[in-house]
């Protein structure tokens, strides 16, 4: 069971990146997905989830309106689509897979991270 992440790098302020999610190991279809994210010297926060069916989708207030998450239950993959990036979302992002849909920590499977740094 694994999740991959992958899609981060350095970008402008402003600019914009698609983060993906690949599953290897298990199915995505029946879990709820999230990407957290943890900035240097900050403690891993919850960005955005979206529960098996994408019919509930939440995110943080710091990321509504610039970042889209979305899934792709066929090909086993889940997306986070990052428009109007700021410094302050520089961070290493992470997916996690589990069977309740919150911000919180509380997903069973986590991939490793992938960085995004943004420039000013």
């Known amino acids: 069971v694994q999740l991959q992440a992958s899609g981060g790098g350095l970008v402008q302020a402003g600019g914009s990146l698609r983060l993906s999610c690949a599953a290897s190991g298990f199915t995505l279809d029946p879990t709820s997905i999230a990407w957290f994210r943890q900035a240097p010297g900050k403690e891993r926060e919850g960005v955005s989830c979206?529960?098996?069916?994408?019919?509930?989708?939440y995110y943080a207030d710091s990321v509504k309106g610039r970042f889209t998450i979305s899934r792709d239950n066929a090909k086993n993959m889940v997306y986070l689509q990052m428009n109007s990036l700021k410094p302050e979302d520089t961070a290493v992002y992470y997916c996690?897979?589990?069977?309740?849909?919150?911000?919180?920590?509380?997903?069973?499977?986590w991939g490793q991270g992938t960085l995004v740094t943004v420039s000013s």
């Open positions: 996690a897979a589990g069977h309740i849909v919150t911000l919180l920590e509380m997903y069973e499977y």
């Open positions: 979206i529960s098996n069916t994408g019919g509930s989708i």
